[in-house]
């Protein structure tokens, strides 16, 4: 997901001069690096009879996330409150189930849980095996 500063803005409910504060922010405490998490993208649009090309810079979901953490608005609020309970959610049970998408999507969401799990489980126990391999000493 990629969005630009006016677009977090409208997502946010704040004024795009936020935006800008909280991303030179981000950049600047090192919180994360703005060549790795923006890209200018190339917009075509029809502006009467003509075609104009414009260069927007847009922001990955990382920085999206961030920002959504520091800004002050009830949108921020309701943001901070949802990502805190899939992030509570998917501490206790270890994993996390977005519902409403597995409803929509329906067998082919469900299968594809399953096959992640299912390689999840195979590389724990790659990984368990290496383990006991490297600890176990060598017969003489």
Same mark, same amino acid.
């Given at each position: ?13 704040? =004024? ?14 090192? $919180? @994360? $690096? $703005? ?12 502006? +009467? ?9 847009? %922001? ?5 996330? /961030?920002? +959504? %953490?520091?800004?002050? /608005? ?10 805190? /309970?899939?992030?509570?959610?998917? @501490? @206790?049970? +270890? %994993? /996390?189930?977005? =519902?409403? =998408?597995?409803? $929509? =999507? ?9 096959? @992640?799990?299912?390689? *999840? ?10 383990? *006991? ?8």
């Amino acid at each position: 997901m990629w969005l630009t500063q006016a677009q977090m803005a409208e997502l946010f409910q704040v =004024r795009p001069q936020n935006i800008t504060i909280h991303l030179k922010n981000i950049f600047r405490d090192g $919180e @994360l $690096e $703005e060549p790795a998490t923006c890209k200018d993208f190339l917009q075509v649009q029809q502006e +009467g009879s003509r075609k104009v090309q414009r260069s927007r810079k847009m %922001y990955n979901l990382d920085v999206i996330i /961030s920002v +959504g %953490y520091r800004v002050n /608005s009830r949108r921020g609020v309701r943001f901070r409150q949802w990502a805190s /309970s899939v992030l509570k959610d998917h @501490l @206790l049970k +270890g %994993y /996390s189930l977005n =519902r409403q =998408r597995l409803g $929509e =999507r329906g067998q082919e969401e469900a299968q594809a849980a399953l096959d @992640l799990m299912s390689r *999840t489980l195979v590389s724990a126990r790659s990984e368990a095996t290496a383990r *006991t391999r490297f600890a176990l000493p060598l017969a003489k």
